[in-house]
């Protein structure tokens, strides 16, 4: 796990200022790796890598990491976890390898099989830079669902490239201007965090994005999507019993388990109260005899830390609890929009950061989280809402209906076909949004639903969508607020469920297996039953709450603030904006989280300031 850096020049040769630009972008990065940092030139091209070991803490296995003829140049940041197997794969074929770390492995599978057929076979979280000197070619790459960031911005004479935005706008000239448009997407609940930058003329690989730089310019593909790799014959045809399809899930997750558990490096997992960092805490027990585990515990409001403590008794895992009160929070949240570079708009933002911190304090750097089960397995409300607008032509509601009708309205409700799809309330509505929005992820929704098309019921089939969808929505939230927090601590998180055969597993699931009975993650909840706690497993989901106590008063930062003039609120508005953010929590966090950003990174506040008004705000409410 590290931070990468690179220039690339189109004409002219690589000078003194690309060196320069490349050091300071490193020194940006310095939180992804503190342990070790290197940089390597050639005639067009700059890479430096910051490095946190993790596996083979040796100094062979710095980056960038050379081939023995020297043709092939990589700085990698992230975990391909079957490297082992990649290893052997290419000593049959003769690589000699000079380090026991995955990053070497990476490199021969490029440079030997080259990146279009190594990157789909690569089971892991990463973004890489690849240098092959025999035809001139840099290759950027990310992994299938982004779990691994990278920034790109490009300009008349260079092509520069780091795993955050802040190491971009670190090289000198470039210009921080902030991107209104974007802006503007966050605050109406577009999920951009992963995929796009709130920076002007900064933008980020997507995922599983596959670029090709040459003196032709820069070719971009992606080699992996859901809509690409779906089969609908599987879930069409799927029968196998509940009990063949729970052996199979438990065997992938164990494999999957142990594969992240790989590190020369202590590994502690986040544990909640819930099903999903539950089931992972139990597996990982059995890699990991002497691990412990951590839980946020929030001052105000509800704690869940009770509950997950008995998750830990009954998988023999201790748990450390991170208590967060308001100073902390305080302390924290200018930190957490910092290094998220956006708004944070979820007040949890703060308790993982803390989390993190306290991992690090500890020695630990490697941390397991249960993310991405939602998504995969159907674990959101949401999603089994979106079943529910379909019951117009379901048996025997159908029967009320017309043919006629029925098919005017399924070609109108096919464009919006979940229970959150954007303009859902009709057609006017939904063409509004979708002109000035974001068009490519709401216009995804129908493509997901259409691809969908022989799976039945259409309950069914929305259900299922939605799932497909939340991978490139609600997770890529989720995964770029991972990747910052941990890497704030410069601890590296990992998501078992987000392994490739699970991926394929849970996207071929028939809806009974996710949603059966009222109750969703069906199936993953019934292997779950066998390693923790019945009322653990039975629990409602409650999504790592922090009480809106921990942000009320801080709406009065908006009074006078620079979000008002990004937006061109009219003044008599601003009490307005005001009130909204002071009755409703999501507005405050979002539209406070945003002046936030816009102090730090437009105004010239430090976070230590932040802070202080935050406490003064929440003092002088009214």
Known sequence: MCGIAGVWRKRNAIDANDLSDVASMMQALVHRGPDDHDQWNDSRLALGHRRLTIIDPSRAAREPMLTASGQGVLVYNGEVYNYRSLRETLQAQGVVFRTVCDAEVVLEALHRWGPEKAVPLFDGMFSLAYFDGRNGALWLARDRLGIKPMSVAETAERIVFASEDKAIIACNGFPRDIDRREMTLRLAWQSRDSSYSLFDRIERLPPAGLWKINDGGIEKRRFWHVLDVLDTRRITGDASSDADHMATLEALLVDSVGLHCIADASVA?????????????????????????????????????????RTGRHAGVPLRRVPVDRDRFFELWPRVIWHLESD?????????????????????????????????????????????????????????????????????????????????????????????????????????????????????????????????????????????????????????????????????????????????????????????????????????????????????????????????????????????????????????????????????????RLTEALHAAARDRG
């Open 269 to 309: 997992t986040a544990c909640s109260s819930g099903v999903d960092s539950g089931l992972i805490t139990a597996l990982a027990k059995r890699f990991r005899p002497k691990m412990h585990g951590y839980v946020v515990d929030p001052q105000l409001g509800r704690s869940e830390a009770e509950e997950a403590e």
């Open 344 to 608: 944070g708009w979820h007040a949890s933002h703060v308790g993982l950061l803390a989390l993190a911190q306290q991992c690090r304090a500890d020695g630990v750097k490697v941390l397991l989280t249960g993310e991405g089960a939602d998504e995969l397995f159907g674990g959101y409300a949401l999603q089994a809402a979106s079943m529910k607008i379909w019951r117009a032509w379901s048996w025997p509601r159908r029967l009320w209906h017309s043919k006629r009708s029925l098919d005017r309205r399924f070609e109108q409700q096919r464009h919006a076909p979940y229970k959150l799809s954007a303009g859902s309330g009709s057609a006017r509505d939904r063409s509004m949004i979708l002109r000035a929005l974001s068009p490519d992820l709401n216009f995804l929704q129908t493509e997901i639903f259409d691809r969908l098309q022989p799976v039945t019921p259409l309950g069914d089939r929305a259900f299922l969508g939605s799932c497909f969808y939340d991978l490139y929505s609600h997770l890529q939230d989720l995964l770029h607020r991972h990747d910052r927090l941990s890497m704030a601590a410069s601890v590296e998180l990992r998501v078992p469920f987000l392994e490739n055969r699970l991926i394929d597993f849970a996207i071929h699931l028939p809806r009974r297996q996710k949603y059966r009975d009222r109750t969703g993650k069906w199936l993953l909840r019934k292997v779950a039953q066998k390693h923790i706690p019945r009322q653990n497993v039975q629990a409602h989901k409650i999504g790592f709450e922090m009480s809106s106590q921990f942000t009320a008063g801080t709406e009065t930062l908006l009074r006078g603030g620079l979000l008002r003039d990004a937006m061109k609120w009219p003044a008599a508005n601003v009490e307005d904006m005001v009130q909204l953010a002071r009755r409703d929590n999501p507005s405050r966090l979002r539209l406070v989280g945003m002046e936030l950003f816009l102090r730090l990174n437009a105004g010239g506040d430090t976070m230590g």
